[in-house]
Structures are given as structure tokens and as C-alpha cells.
């Protein structure tokens, strides 16, 4: 396994954090709690990005699921796509809601 350096500056800001996380990792060095710390924002980062695809698959499933339920609609109506307004198709949805 490859090592790599890490220079970090002491700042007030990194004095503070290393100060709480000694407290709450007692048995840690300092350079055990870097590299935990890294390894924690690196997982965190892995999960928001598999959350924002499952948004993303969610959003793609849900505009398949109502294309097919608009054309259900407006073959009902006896209707195509390219011969209807935005408009005219949001009142006939509420027209069929209404029912």
C-alpha cells in the first residue's frame, strides 16, 4: 500500500476540531482520527451521490409511468398527443377528476 503525505496547516479552526475529536477518540492518534475523519466525508460524499441517482431514476421512472398514463387519458378521449394543448390536457384531467 502506497502512503501519501498530508500537510495540514494549524489553524484556531483545526486546533478546535483535533481538540473535540481527541475527546470523543481518546485511544486515536491524531493521524488515526485525520484519516477517519477523511474516510467518514469520503462515505458520506458516496452516499449523497447514490441518494441524488435514486432521485434521478425515481424522476425518470415517474415521467414514463405518466406519459403512458396521459396517453391512456387522451386515448379515452379519443385524442392524440399532437393535436392537444398543455392546457386543454390539465383541464381534461381535472374534468376527470371531477367525475
Request: aromatic share 6%.
Given at each position: 500500500?502506497?502512503q501519501?503525505q498530508?500537510?495540514?496547516t494549524?489553524?484556531p ?18 493521524v488515526?482520527i485525520i ?12 452516499e ?11 424522476w ?9 398514463f ?11 398527443r399532437?393535436n ?10 381535472l ?5
Amino acid at each position: 500500500m502506497s502512503q501519501s503525505q498530508i500537510r495540514l496547516t494549524r489553524t484556531p479552526e483545526v486546533d478546535t476540531v483535533l481538540s473535540y475529536l481527541r475527546s470523543q477518540y481518546s485511544l486515536l492518534s491524531e493521524v488515526e482520527i485525520i484519516k477517519m475523519a477523511l474516510s467518514e466525508k469520503y462515505q458520506k460524499e458516496q452516499e449523497d451521490k447514490e441518494g441524488e441517482l435514486r432521485i434521478r431514476m425515481a424522476w425518470k421512472n415517474l415521467k414514463v409511468v405518466g406519459k403512458k398514463f396521459g396517453d391512456k387519458l387522451l386515448k379515452q378521449k379519443g385524442l392524440k398527443r399532437e393535436n392537444i394543448t398543455e392546457e386543454r390536457f390539465h383541464n381534461l384531467i381535472l374534468a376527470s377528476k371531477n367525475k
